[in-house]
């Protein structure tokens, strides 16, 4: 019998191997949600397919339902996102949105706003420079470049998926005894911040200033020209980053390899650079024989 088909608009979050020249790809579409894939034959030359399986690729995708995991047939890209796979600190960190989104979803998995901000973070991340081939597409799309920190982009996201999936932390009152205020004492078994009346007194509890409770729900919102105007101060970014990951971690049982990636990044250093030239290195080596 023939399959079922249907098209969806989808961006690409993930693919691996899978038969041969085949891929198996997670999509995560405005229609369906996650919708789990198979594409042949995209390891031929040639092959039409092979474009929108390529990481955070905007597709109009063309499927046929089957048991398991449905079939790619046809796609049609909206927007490559060439930038971010050119960028690696950008390819991490919108590595870190798709990888939230395909490990705490499930197939069929639809979450309202999610997919509209998905593709406006792509954009924004791919910074201000020129447009795309396809720019007129990507407007249509709904999205803008931006120049925020790529950083607080990755954040706001972050805190706006929480929202959306209702597990977002409280912090504009306290969790224990409901009394309205901005900052506390973050504890992720509680979800959010306590009031001093409630706080642990033990040392090692995530303090967070009204000031940084007040950037975290500025974030969420995920208003990317907001973002760009967005400042943080050491101390903010310190305690906006010691709270997201202690959230995701308890509450979602994650702990991003994208980010760990990213973080590796920022900590690489090269390597110092040899003084002389071998020649030279040789030639003192046997000065100093004689």
């Not at 997919?115 to 406006?120: A, D, G, K, P």
């Not at 090692?204 to 500025?218: N, Q, Y």
Request: charged share 20%.
């Amino acid at each position: 019998a023939e399959l079922p088909t249907y098209t969806a608009e989808g961006v690409t979050l993930i693919a691996h191997a899978f038969r041969g020249t085949g891929r198996m790809v997670s999509f995560y579409t405005r229609e369906r949600g996650l919708v789990e894939a198979v594409a042949q034959g995209i390891g031929k030359p040639g092959s039409s397919l092979a474009p929108a399986v390529e990481l955070f690729t905007h597709s109009t995708l063309f499927l046929a339902e089957a048991r398991g995991a449905d079939h790619l047939s046809q796609a049609r890209v909206i927007e490559p996102f060439y930038e971010l796979r050119r960028d690696m600190t950008r390819y991490g960190y919108a590595a870190v949105a798709c990888e939230l989104i395909v490990r705490t979803t499930e197939p069929g998995q639809t979450i309202p706003g999610l997919f509209e901000m998905l593709v406006s973070y792509l954009h924004a991340m791919r910074g201000p420079t020129a447009p795309s081939p396809l720019a007129g597409a990507a407007r249509e799309a709904g999205g803008v470049r931006s120049a925020a920190d790529p950083r607080v982009l990755s954040w706001a996201f972050e805190f706006a998926y929480l929202e959306l999936s209702g597990i977002g932390p409280v912090i504009d009152r306290c969790p224990a005894c409901g009394a309205e205020g901005l900052g506390g004492v973050y504890v992720a078994a509680q979800g959010g911040t306590l009031c001093g009346e409630c706080a642990p007194r033990d040392a090692g509890g995530c303090v967070v200033s009204p000031g940084t409770a007040r950037t975290i729900a500025a974030m969420r919102r995920f208003d990317v020209g907001a973002l760009e105007r967005l400042r943080l101060a050491d101390a903010t970014r310190a305690q906006v980053r010691r709270l997201i990951r202690e959230h995701i971690r308890y509450h979602l049982d994650l702990n991003l390899k994208s980010e760990q990636f990213v973080n590796g990044l920022s900590q690489w250093e090269p390597p110092p650079r040899r003084s002389g030239t071998r020649g030279e290195v040789e030639s003192g080596g046997g000065e100093d024989d004689e």
